[in-house]
């Protein structure tokens, strides 16, 4: 199988191109800075490299040099913005078999690829044959790891908890993905081969609470006709996630407490009690605390239930990770689906950027399904989008938007998303809706230096 090595800093574009030469059965690496890149060239070897010419810490033609110094065939091609042609006719004087302008069709980086393996081989090269989606479903249950500064510390929440025994509580808007991070705490945990139980607490009707969590024997109420294992003899050895725990009625609340305190259930009609070793994890979409001053949340259960705390954030506030999760759902729609949509229209993506998307993950996932639904084409485009989407890209932004030339305190802005990047270029560039380029000539004009 033919390997690549994708070297791209904007997310959303290589996580697009990645996707799209997976479909064609090529092999994929993908990294974001050329430190990343040069440390895989000194491990593995590579059939084709496709880099930026302008990389956050390095300039791509290290990773040019970084070859020819191996002495490999490897073919490099070297993607541009049309303001540093400059550095891509350097790159082919080094060496580099092709370069391309962005913004491109996918398509033809193919091409390029073709002629870099048949520069290798002397054999022409077709591309590769497209499978049929074998309409399973990605799994619901996969925890997507984004790359801005929000999902970073959210990661490393994550890694830092899952090997303890720790009781969580995940707090985070609705559709933010909380069961996903459960399941992952889980996962990472000593418990990952024993039962994860997930329960819906808004779900539970008042009067069967009691036998869905700690069970029953038969004939102990009228249609009780079997015995009944609860939610905690089921998860036991694992974890048990309650979701939307702040909904539970204030007996139940007495119960669960006696539970996780005693480790121990009785199931309803019995006089036997069952040892249980669980860890809870629970989630809310509500402000516990403020429920435990009002007196509707025990204090005492929001405490046992909050032996670390993490918060969710909104998909508004990952925007560097919206289009891998975009193309993540896409990428599971086409296998649900039986469909092969390949990407999504410049277009599209910038009405997804300015979308607030009050739904989050949960949403995002909905109206990319229905767009690889009603796609006719290989791309989604905004036709296909539900009319809120379509028409957030049409209105006007507020006056605090990030876009430069659209507002008269420049300086402002820029030291504004400087600040918090933490002094990240690129990612303030992107912040800013800009190429880095852009962004080193007005740092120039303004006189910033960092």
Known sequence: MVKILLVEDDVAFCTMLKTFLLKKEYKVDAVYTATEALNLIGKEDYDVIISD??????????ILRAINQKKVTTGV????????????????????????????????????????????????????VKTKPTGKPLSNDTYIKGVSEASSKL????????????SVLIMGESGTGKEQIARSIHDKSKRNQAPFVAVDCGAIPRELASSEFFGHIKGSFTGAVTNKTGHFEAANGGTLFLDEIGNLNYELQVQLL?????????????????????RVIAATNEDLFELVKKGEFREDLYHRLNEFTIKVPSLKDRQEDLMIFANYFLDSANK??????????EETVSAFKSYTWPGNL????????????????????????????????????????????????????ILDA???????????????SIDRKTLYNKLKQYGINL
């Open 53 to 62: 010419v302008r990389l956050p810490d390095k300039e791509g033609l290290e």
């Open 155 to 166: 990661n490393n929440y994550i890694e830092l908890v899952a090997p303890t025994g720790m």
């Open 336 to 345: 649900e689906l039986e469909r092969d949509v390949a990407g999504f229209e």
């Open 258 to 278: 006696r539970a996780l305190q005693e480790r121990k259930v009785k199931p309803v009609g019995s006089n036997e009690e069952i040892n249980v070793d669980i």
């Open 362 to 413: 949960r949403e995002l996932k909905n109206v990319v399904k229905r767009a690889v639904l009603l796609s006719e084409g290989d791309y989604i485009t905004p036709a296909v989008l539900p009319q809120e989407v379509r028409r957030s890209s049409r209105e006007e932004q507020p006056e605090a938007s990030y876009s430069l030339f659209k507002n008269k305190n420049e300086q402002e802005l």
């Open 77 to 128: 091609i070297m993607m541009t913005s049309y303001a540093e042609i400059s550095m891509a006719v350097n790159a082919m004087k080094e060496g580099a078999l092709d370069y391309i302008a962005k913004p491109f069709n996918p398509e033809v980086i193919i091409k390029s690829i073709n002629a870099a393996l048949d520069r290798n081989s002397g054999e022409p090269t077709l591309p590769a």
């Open 418 to 432: 400087l600040e918090k990047t933490h002094g990240n270029k690129s990612k303030a560039a992107r912040l800013l």
